[in-house]
């Protein structure tokens, strides 16, 4: 497939050899299951708790799929799939993978700016969108793209009524298709080429799409839910996007639904919906990224809710700190998990048998014994003296080997030699896991929710007041990070963070999560030696600024 690397030869044999690579489909492994577990229940949805048992499931991806194939859907092309937590997303999800197509997933606040990005990158045929997402049209956002990529002719809308020529999903999941059609047959994918693409949170100006193979997402999702001991009695909540590689294969839905488990999807990602969920759904297992457990653990009413069905809480997404850690077994009394995981494949993870110190103060080691890692000098490749710190390069079975359509970013993202060149600066500990420690890739990391600086910084640029910008991390207690944009202003020129705001959700149309939170407007910004804008001391000047602040504030 045009755009894609795969795993050379030698590499492939071994990973068939060793037994990770089942040359299935996603969806017949997904079939066994609706087939296996037939009448226990795969989703719920928390807002109406309303049950969907495997069987439903599979019947309605068929249904959809069928649909899709007549309304002229081919094998591999590409679907942007956008809709919120509610079952349609997941079902859709399956049904595209039955249909032969390839979902691309999008998350739920992008707006035009990233799916126009994606529709012309992977040229899409089709997009999935619900009329309406926090008051945004979508059905007006589906138009605008379709002006610039001329590949989109089918767009299917959740809820509301379809604009002339789009489609409504609703009817199609109420209209019985199968009843009708003299030919149920659906092209079957190859396993070796990709079954999804997952996004990257990019580091540069331009998002990546990440190819997921068959081969290599079912080991990712098979691998995982035994690493965290899923099982038929499993009740998983999830509440960050469905879309998310977390939510969807660490183990996420496609874990669950091969272990015969349950899901329980949230549409609200508040910790008073988490309370609830966990409460009435009995859940024993919840996938939550470390600023939804410190809003939990402090939250006021937490002990009004029981929570003794948990079991445990898979953290990741962002570093949780050992002192959140530790706070987990004695106020929510559950375990937690920590997971180093990335869209582009590798996962480590913590075992709930490591001794505490490494459960609460390491984030994990490879999934799978087919993984290979080393923490190397980035400008050499060699690795690193042992406890030293270094770039986490990692290559395995589920990790890809290159961005799809991004020949040039490539030759930099991977080794010669097929590492990936994770961005991420860790340290190996004693017990054989690792240590996050910070990052070489310049993003920022809001609760987990990766922001390239480079993506707004162009974004910004755009605004008629601003001569030069530079966006960077700062701290949060909550989020850990938020962004921070340094602008210098055009002679004469002024800006507040609202217009600048305003500008970049209205005019640029960037998705709401990526916004600036604070803007800092200067005479110049710092320079490196080589003349690069040194982001090392804006980082450390708004740190001490928000520092001085807080210092103030308690005094
Ligand atoms: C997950 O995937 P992505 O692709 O959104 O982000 C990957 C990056 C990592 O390279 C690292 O910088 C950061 O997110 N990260 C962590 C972390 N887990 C991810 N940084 C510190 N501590 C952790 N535990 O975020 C993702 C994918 C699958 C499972 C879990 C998370």
Request: net charge negative; glycine share 8%; aromatic share 8%.
């Amino acid at each position: 497939m045009e755009g894609f690397v795969p795993w050379p030869p030698e590499f492939a044999r071994r990973y068939r050899q060793e037994g990770y690579w089942l040359d299935k489909t996603i969806t017949e492994v997904m079939e066994e299951s609706f087939e296996r577990f037939a009448s226990n229940p795969l989703l719920v949805a928390a807002q109406n708790g309303r049950v969907y048992s495997y069987q439903e499931c599979g019947r309605l991806a068929t249904r959809l799929a069928l649909h899709l194939k007549s309304l002229g859907l081919k094998l591999y092309d590409r679907v942007i799939l956008q809709l919120p937590n509610q079952p349609e997303v997941l079902i859709t999800y399956l049904a595209i993978l039955k249909a032969g197509g390839i979902p691309i997933m999008a998350l739920p606040p992008h707006q035009e700016a990233e799916i126009g990005f994606f529709a012309k990158l992977a040229e899409a045929r089709a997009l999935v969108i619900p009329a309406v997402f926090r008051k945004a049209d979508k059905q007006q956002m589906a138009e605008n793209i379709q002006k610039e990529a001329p590949s989109l002719d089918m767009v299917l809308v959740s809820g509301g009524i379809p604009r002339p020529g789009y489609y409504s999903l609703d009817a199609l999941f109420a209209d019985p298709i199968e009843e009708r059609i003299k030919d149920p047959s659906f092209p079957r994918p190859d396993p070796d080429l990709p079954a999804v693409l997952q996004l990257s949170g990019g580091t540069t100006g331009i998002p990546k799409l990440i190819p997921r193979t068959h081969n290599d997402y079912i080991y990712n999702f098979l691998c995982n839910a035994r690493v965290c001991g899923l099982d038929g009695h499993t009740v998983l909540l999830l509440a960050i996007p469905q879309q998310h590689n977390f939510a969807l294969a660490c183990p996420g839905f496609m874990g669950v639904a091969s272990a015969g488990g349950c899901e329980v999807l949230s549409a609200v990602p508040s910790p008073d919906a988490a309370l609830e969920v966990i409460e009435k759904y009995r859940v024993t297992h919840w996938i939550a990224v470390p600023a939804m457990v410190i809003a939990v653990l402090n939250h006021p009413d937490r002990s009004r809710y029981h929570l003794e069905s948990l079991k445990i809480i898979l953290t990741g997404g962002s570093k949780l700190n050992p002192e959140v850690a530790l706070r987990v077994r004695p106020e929510l009394g559950c375990d937690v998990q920590q997971c180093l995981g990335m869209a582009e494949g590798p996962l480590f993870w913590t075992r709930l048998d490591d001794p505490d110190e490494v459960r609460f103060g390491t984030q994990g080691r490879p999934q799978s014994p087919g993984d290979d890692f080393k923490i190397a000098d980035p400008s050499t490749g060699e690795e690193v003296e042992s406890g030293e710190m270094g770039e986490l390069w990692c290559r395995g079975p589920y990790t890809i080997r290159g961005y799809y359509r991004a020949p040039e970013y490539n030759a930099r993202a991977f080794s010669p030699d097929g590492y990936y060149k994770s961005g991420d600066l860790v340290r190996l500990h004693t017990s054989g896991n690792v240590v996050v420690e910070g990052r070489l890739k310049d993003c920022i990391n809001r609760g987990g929710e990766k922001i390239s600086a480079e993506e707004i910084e162009n974004h910004i640029l755009a605004h008629p007041a601003v001569d030069i910008c530079a966006c960077v991390a700062m701290p949060d207690l909550l989020l850990g990070e938020r962004v921070c944009a340094f602008i210098v202003p055009k002679p004469g020129q002024a800006l507040t963070l609202a217009e600048l705001n305003r500008f970049l959700l209205e005019e640029r149309r960037i998705a709401k999560f990526k916004l600036p939170e604070r803007l800092e407007l200067v005479d110049a910004l710092p320079l490196t030696n080589v003349g690069k804008v040194n982001k090392v001391v804006l980082r450390n000047t708004i740190t001490e600024q928000i520092e001085k602040e807080g210092a103030q504030a308690a005094r």
